[in-house]
């Protein structure tokens, strides 16, 4: 079969966040879905089937990293699209049928693509005991971003903190399911991005996710409260680094980006 990998959230090779994509008859067993993620082992390797016409969703997917599978993944789903596009497996939206339920993937003019996901239920707590230390910065605010992502999302003082975070991964683990999104407002809103964010992931084999379309149903509701405007644009500032166009629409969130697919080939196993 055909295993491909495809930078998801970037116009360019080598940026964004890489995503192994398979498209299957069927799904095998959990056990060989797991080797193969972790054979690939980028953040997310996205796995899909077709489904039979008239239900609600034309494709089955799911995401598993190198240890664990996922309940919401948005670069691998991007991903995905961007696959079942190229190849004219499918054409217009694509639904595809998840554990986080029915998600649609439009693809845009510009060649971009369009993700309608679950808006994260955003919940103000406590900072924890020793995550300003885990992370190397004091937070100004935290929020449970809910079952979804299970992460919890803190503000921290400026843009130029979030970029030079070199946290204690470990120590970081303790502290929420998936792990822990830092975020803040952009220095410069003419660089074409509102905030900056990043992601890190220890308890899914993740240190440092590149660009986390999920973390952004979160990202996207916190800022627009905030900058009082529902259409925003966020920069992950990872190493690989990524933008995301967002939109919330109440209980659901719009994600855009691009992708480009940088390797195909056979998978023999």
């Known amino acids: 079969m055909r295993i491909r990998i495809v930078d998801a959230f970037t116009d360019r090779p080598f ?14 067993d959990d056990a060989w879905l797991q080797s193969v993620a972790m054979e690939v082992n980028h ?42 596009h190229t190849t004219g497996a499918h054409r217009g939206p694509v639904r595809f049928a998840t ?4 998600l649609i993937a439009t693809p845009d003019s510009d060649g971009s693509i369009t993700l309608d996901f679950p808006t994260a239920p955003l919940t103000p707590v406590e900072t924890p005991d020793g995550v300003a230390g885990a992370l190397g910065a004091e937070p100004l605010r935290a929020l449970d971003t809910g079952p979804n992502t299970g992460d919890l999302l803190v503000e921290v003082a400026d843009e130029k903190t979030v970029r030079a975070l070199a946290p ?21 809103p003419s660089r074409g991005y509102d905030f900056v964010s990043r992601c890190f992931f220890p308890n899914v084999g993740i240190d ?16 627009s409260e905030r900058l009082g405007r529902p259409a925003l644009t966020g920069l992950q500032a990872s190493p690989r680094s990524g933008l995301v166009r967002t939109e919330v629409r109440g209980d659901r969130t719009l994600l855009s980006g691009h992708a480009v697919t940088v390797i195909e080939g056979e998978l023999l196993a």
């Open 15 to 28: 940026a964004g966040n890489p995503a192994g994509v398979l498209l299957l008859d069927s799904f095998p």
């Open 168 to 188: 204690d991964h470990k120590a970081l683990a303790r502290f929420s399911e998936r792990g822990i999104i830092a975020t803040a407002r952009a220095e410069d």
């Open 208 to 223: 440092e996710d590149p660009v986390t379309g999920s973390a952004h149903t979160a990202l996207a509701p916190f800022w």
């Open 43 to 84: 953040a997310e390797t996205a796995f899909t089937h077709r489904l039979p016409e008239g239900g609600e969703a034309d494709w089955a997917l799911r995401w598993f990293t190198p240890a664990t599978e996922v309940a919401l993944c948005g670069h691998a789903t991007l991903a995905a699209a961007h696959v079942l």
């Open 99 to 102: 554990r986080s339920g029915v």
